[in-house]
Each structure stands twice: as C-alpha cells, then as structure tokens.
C-alpha cells in the first residue's frame, strides 16, 4: 500500500499558474503508474493526468490538454502537477492515485491508493 499526499493547492485567479505535487511514502514509486484525478463540488469525480511508471506515457483529459502537465521525479518519490491558464470550473479537490501497474489509465476504477486530496479554487 502506497501513502499519497498531495501539497499545492490554494486560491489563485483565473489565468494563473499552479503546481501541486504528490508525496509517496512508499521505498520507491517506480513500481507504479500514477495519475491526478479531481472533483467538483456536486460532481462525480473525474481524470485529469496519468502518467506510466517509467515517465514516458502520459493522458490528460480534453479539459486540460495543452494546459496541464503531469511529470514524476521517482528520485523523489514525488509525482507533480503543473497547472498554466487557469479557469473557474478547474475549481475542484484535486486527488493523486497510484497503481501497482507500469501502465499509465484514465480510470479511477484502476487505481488502488489514493491520496486525502487538495483544493484547488480559481477565481473569475
């Protein structure tokens, strides 16, 4: 089992740039594909990035192509989120996943570890 703790967060507006990392407890996360999942107040949650245990596979949602990029540092034990151009409905609590697999997937379902999770409010 893999303990995940997401950092970053916080109140920005619309158009600024946000990073949130992911911290594992575990001896090394080379072992697991990882990805950041958010939700919405009132909505289900949903993907945002996946990326395979080597670094070299990465999905995002059509929601944030081209906006957000997903990298791990597995040196670090650490799996990241770069936020650009940020709008109003990427307001949700953003959750890192891990999953003892080498391949990257979009779906929650796959994913065995969670982390508690960390607010993201952007503002118009």
């Known amino acids: 089992q893999v303990q995940l703790v997401e950092s970053g967060g916080g109140l920005v507006q619309a158009g600024d740039s946000l990073r949130l990392s992911c911290a594992a407890s575990?001896?090394?996360?080379?072992?697991?594909?990882m990805g950041w999942f958010r939700q919405a107040p009132g909505k289900e949650r949903e993907f945002v990035a996946t990326i395979s245990r080597g670094g070299g596979i990465t999905s995002y949602s059509n929601s944030v192509k081209g906006r957000f990029t997903i990298s791990r540092d597995n040196a670090r034990n650490t799996m990241y989120l770069q936020m650009t151009s940020l709008k109003p409905e990427d307001t949700a609590v953003y959750y890192c996943?891990?999953?003892?697999?080498?391949?990257?997937?979009?779906?929650?379902?796959?994913?065995?570890?969670w982390g508690q999770g960390t607010q993201v409010t952007v503002s118009s």
């Open positions: 575990v001896r090394t996360i080379t072992l697991y594909a």
């Open positions: 996943a891990a999953r003892y697999m080498a391949e990257a997937s979009v779906s929650s379902a796959n994913y065995a570890d």
